[in-house]
C-alpha cells in the first residue's frame, strides 16, 4: 500500500500538487521514504537488500519526475532527503524476526 502512495505522491503532475511553504516537499520526500523503509522492514524485506533497493527508487523517480510529462523538476536534494528517510526507516524499525526473539 505504501508504495501505491509513493507513486500516487512522486507521479502526479504538477497541476495536481497542492501549493505549499518552501520545503515542505523535503518533509514529504523524508516521511515518505522512512515509511516504505519501515513497513519494508516490518514485512520482513532484509535490510541489504531493501535499502539499495529504495536508493535506486529514489534515482529513479527522480530522473522519471525530470524526463516525464508531468511538469515536475528532476531534484538531486530531494533524492538525497528520500535516501536519508529510507535510512532513518531501516534503522528505526526492528525486524519481525528480532521482536519475535525478544518476547
Known amino acids: 500500500m505504501s508504495l501505491l502512495v509513493s507513486w500516487a505522491i512522486l507521479f502526479t503532475p504538477a497541476s495536481g500538487v497542492p501549493a505549499a511553504p518552501p520545503g515542505t516537499d523535503k518533509v514529504i520526500h523524508f516521511a515518505l521514504f522512512a515509511t516504505l523503509a519501515a513497513t519494508g522492514t516490518l514485512t520482513g524485506?532484509?535490510?541489504?537488500?531493501?535499502?539499495?533497493?529504495?536508493?535506486?527508487?529514489?534515482?529513479?523517480s527522480e530522473i522519471l519526475q525530470g524526463v516525464l510529462?508531468?511538469?515536475?523538476?528532476?531534484?538531486?536534494?530531494?533524492?538525497?532527503?528520500?535516501?536519508?528517510g529510507a535510512l532513518l526507516g531501516c534503522l528505526t524499525v526492528l525486524?519481525?524476526?528480532i521482536r519475535a526473539k525478544r518476547t
Open 45 to 60: 524485506f532484509r535490510r541489504r537488500g531493501l535499502l539499495p533497493a529504495l536508493v535506486a527508487y529514489a534515482a529513479l
Open 95 to 97: 525486524p519481525k524476526t
Open 69 to 84: 510529462p508531468l511538469g515536475r523538476s528532476c531534484e538531486a536534494l530531494d533524492a538525497l532527503v528520500d535516501c536519508a
